[in-house]
């Protein structure tokens, strides 16, 4: 039994050390979660930042009135993405279907369209690419943790049967144990949420506007199939 006059240290290590075995296993599982849910905030955020500076820079590289096909052969060659690379796929498939009939058809611009959409289909995807991750840990992690609670709850109420103790100094350290479980569970969805939502918030601006300079090219290129017909 523990002396009254004895301090209970508490400490975030001393209840992790002290917890059960399976109350470990759900703590470092959520540590793991939330590390790793961190790091692909860092990875989006720079990612979707760099992708609205080369969208803004294509935009205006594109709105200056230089030739579509000088353009062409400055992108054409680079791994490019977003705006830039649904330029590059439906330059590709027009300048392949005129050079097998000179004379476009509407069913040239179809097949463009149809690139631009598959394009855009995977520019989404690569922007969403992980997302799912913190989905997952925003809708889990406080059950685990909740799960990491009630076993260590148990495991506590166990031991103060066996030592037929109830001081205050005996439960206290055990019911903490099981309530960090918990906490690290909400330390680990609550961001995850929060982000989730920005991310999959910036992915459907971004997709749109990938849609709305698709609608504007097919425009263009609309216009240059009445030219040449």
Request: hydrophobic fraction near 50%; charge should be positive; charged fraction near 20%.
């Amino acid at each position: 039994m523990t002396p009254p006059d004895v301090a209970v240290d508490l400490s975030v290590w001393e209840l992790f050390r002290n917890a059960h075995i399976v109350v470990k296993i759900v703590m470092i599982g959520l540590l793991a979660a939330s590390v790793w849910s961190w790091a692909i905030v860092l990875e989006k955020f720079f990612l979707f930042a760099k992708t609205r500076r080369e969208s803004d820079k294509f935009e205006q590289v594109f709105w200056s009135g230089q030739s579509l096909e000088e353009l062409y052969q400055a992108l054409g060659q680079r791994r490019n993405t977003s705006m830039a690379a649904l330029f590059v796929a439906a330059m590709r498939e027009w300048k392949r279907s005129i050079e097998r009939n000179p004379k476009p058809s509407p069913g040239t611009q179809l097949r463009v369209e149809k690139v631009m959409d598959v394009t855009i289909s995977r520019e989404v995807e690569r922007l969403e690419r992980r997302l799912t991750f913190l989905a997952t840990v925003g809708s889990t992690a406080p059950f685990v943790g909740l799960f990491g609670t009630v076993w260590g709850i148990m495991t506590s109420f166990q031991a103060i049967a066996v030592s037929k103790n109830t001081n205050l100094a005996v439960v206290a350290p055990g019911i903490a144990e099981a309530l960090f479980a918990t906490a690290l569970g909400l330390a680990a969805a609550i961001p995850a949420v929060i982000f989730y939502n920005k991310f999959n918030s910036d992915v459907s601006r971004q997709g749109a506007k990938l849609e709305g300079f698709a609608d504007e090219f097919a425009a263009i290129l609309s216009r240059q199939i009445d030219v040449r017909s």
